[in-house]
């Protein structure tokens, strides 16, 4: 069966650092992951998605992530946090044999201190 | 473009009532999904849809809940009667399909408050 697993459900970081927010993965078939942001009062918006291409894919707003099939991982990255990255940020696998049945992990809240 | 849109955005009832939330998702989309998100339970998935279809309604919670889509343009989530536990923020989104599992995208969340 499907799962994620993300790990901090809040993580903070000073403007400027590097952002590190942690997914791991369980998949009985080659996975498609993605990251997905919540802003305040609004739904979840695509930040990028792996579907077995490259494996360092590129997102918007800066964000990319890092499939490493060995560590079963999909990191989230950004070099340096903005005010505006403060957001709820959801790991999210694909169903059984590519089905539409997403796994969303728990989300991980992203402070950023001035 | 209209993304997926939502109402009503907030519903306060009391317990017992029914409640029906709405949803059009975008032109051309062939998949159509409902989910529930709560501090406690996280993002679950209800059901989906696949032109119309239901295709998996495995995390309908219980008989009180149902959802349709009588055209491609429409869709309800429904729950008769309506308690406390259900109060969440239901969200709906679409996904183009097309062979690829792809990106889904949300409408803003019908705030449900069962009281």
């Known amino acids: 069966a499907q799962s994620v697993t993300q790990l901090g459900s809040h993580v903070s970081v000073s403007e400027g650092a590097l952002v590190l927010l942690r997914c791991n993965y369980s998949?009985?078939?080659?996975?498609?992951l993605f990251w997905y942001v919540q802003y305040p009062n609004q739904g979840l918006q695509l930040l990028l998605k792996?579907?077995?291409?490259?494996?360092l894919v590129k997102g918007i707003n800066g964000f990319e992530a890092e499939f490493k099939k060995s560590e079963t991982s999909f990191h989230l990255t950004k070099p340096s946090a903005h005010m505006s990255d403060a957001a709820e940020y959801f790991c999210?696998?694909?169903?059984?044999?590519?089905?539409?049945?997403?796994?969303f992990g728990t989300g991980t809240r992203l402070k950023v201190l001035a | 473009d209209a993304g997926v849109i939502q109402s009503p955005r907030h519903e306060v009832t009391e317990m017992g009532q029914e409640v029906t939330l709405r949803c059009k998702p975008i032109?051309?989309?062939?998949?159509l999904f409902w989910y529930r998100q709560t501090m406690m339970r996280g993002l679950e998935l209800l059901i989906y849809?696949?032109?119309?279809?239901?295709?998996?309604d495995s995390g309908m919670p219980e008989d009180r809940f149902s959802a349709k889509m009588p055209n491609a343009s429409f869709s309800t989530l429904k729950i008769q009667p309506s308690e406390p536990r259900d109060s969440a923020v239901y969200f709906c989104?679409?996904?183009?399909?097309?062979?690829?599992?792809?990106?889904?995208?949300f409408g803003e969340g019908s705030r449900l408050t069962v009281l």
């Open positions: 989104a679409s996904s183009p399909g097309g062979g690829l599992v792809g990106e889904l995208f």
């Open positions: 998949s009985s078939v080659p996975p498609y």
């Open positions: 792996y579907t077995s291409a490259a494996t």
């Open positions: 999210a696998v694909s169903g059984d044999s590519g089905t539409y049945k997403y796994i």
């Open positions: 032109s051309g989309h062939d998949y």
């Open positions: 849809f696949n032109n119309n279809v239901p295709i998996d």
